[in-house]
Each structure stands twice: as C-alpha cells, then as structure tokens.
C-alpha cells in the first residue's frame, strides 16, 4: 500500500463491569513494499502505544483484541487479532466506567471536522484525586501522546505511522497540530474511544 494510507485501529477491552473500545486513526507514512502494513502496525500498537497506556489504568482492565482496517483511500474490510493478556499496571480498584480521561486533539481545520477526542475508560482509583487527574496520571498519558502522535516504527518492517484526526462527516483524515490532556475527569454515556 502507499503511503499516505488511513487505518482505523480499535482496542477493544474488557472489564470487571463492562466492555468498551478505544478508537485510534493512524496514516502509514512510509511505501510498505513487500511488508504487511495491517501486521506492522498491529506489532507497534501492542509493543509500542499499549505499554503506554497500561501504566494508570486498573488491573480490572484487560486488552483483549485489535480490530485493525484500513478507511482511506479505499475502504477493506478489517482483521481482528486476538491480544495476548494485557490488563493495566495499576494494582489498584477500577473508577466508575462513565469516568473517562478526555484528549483533545486540533488539527489546521479549526471547525468541529478539524479536531477529534480520545477517551481512556478503565483507569484505576488511585490515578484521580477529588475528580482531577494526578499530574502523574497526565504525565504518564502525554508520554504515550508524544509517541502516538510523532511517527512511530512499525513494529515487523520499515513503515512508520502516526496519529491523525478522521472526519466520518466528510470523510477525511487530517494532522494533528496540537494535543491536550484534560485534568477533570470526563462523565460519558458512549463507549470509549474516538468518536
């Protein structure tokens, strides 16, 4: 595939509770050649974006498939892969599931269709304190942003990805510009993940 392909790359998790996805949207920045970019890119979010992630998140949380396809420029139909057992590092209980960590993402398009949302459910108690994210918990969060959104090496081959802003509306994928890890805790009645 060439490069400038947009992938849509789902993490779905399971819970003590309930289970819920985060949606993640990549470009593959490099010609894949001979390699298998769904495979690289599976390679890297397991062993580069997820041990990211894992850190603040409850020990009641386990990621537990990757649900991989590519939307742009033409549309495939998608691959799951099965994760080896995954949960969070936190030892400690899981927050209420409506209660997730918010990113704001911006792109040039300073329009609703130019800026996008990650939400993290499945964090642990001890990573909020009174409703606000400990700055530990942002940091942790940012270092995995700073990699997520800076083009990042598949894991089985030479092709870098890095996140992007997707636009369902117009069917669109755009660069992020700029980030923002929210300190409040997020109350939602959807899913986790990108809407």
């Not at 289970?19 to 979010?45: E, M, R, W």
């Not at 890890?181 to 959807?190: F, G, I, L």
């Amino acid at each position: 595939m060439p490069a400038g392909d947009i992938y849509s790359v789902r993490i779905d998790w399971a819970t003590l509770y309930r289970n819920y996805a985060n949606v993640l949207h990549v470009k593959q920045i490099d010609a894949d050649g001979a390699d298998i970019p769904t495979v690289s890119l599976a390679d890297s979010i397991l062993n580069t974006i997820l041990p990211l992630m894992l850190p603040k998140m409850s020990q009641y949380t386990n990621a537990d498939n990757l649900h991989i396809r590519k939307i742009l420029p033409t549309p495939h139909q998608g691959i799951d892969i099965p994760l080896p057992y995954s949960p969070g590092a936190d030892a400690g209980e899981l927050l209420p599931m409506a209660t997730t960590l918010l990113i704001r993402c911006y792109s040039a398009v300073a329009t609703r269709k130019g800026r996008g949302r990650i939400k993290l459910g499945g964090m642990a108690v001890g990573s909020n304190l009174a409703g606000d994210w400990k700055a530990s918990t942002i940091a942790s969060i940012d270092s995995m942003l700073a990699v997520y959104f800076a083009p990042f090496l598949g894991g089985v081959s030479n092709i870098h990805f890095e996140g992007v802003v997707y636009s369902p509306t117009d069917n669109v994928a755009r660069d992020i510009h700029g980030y923002k890890t929210m300190p409040n805790t997020y109350r939602t009645k959807s899913r986790a993940g990108i809407p």
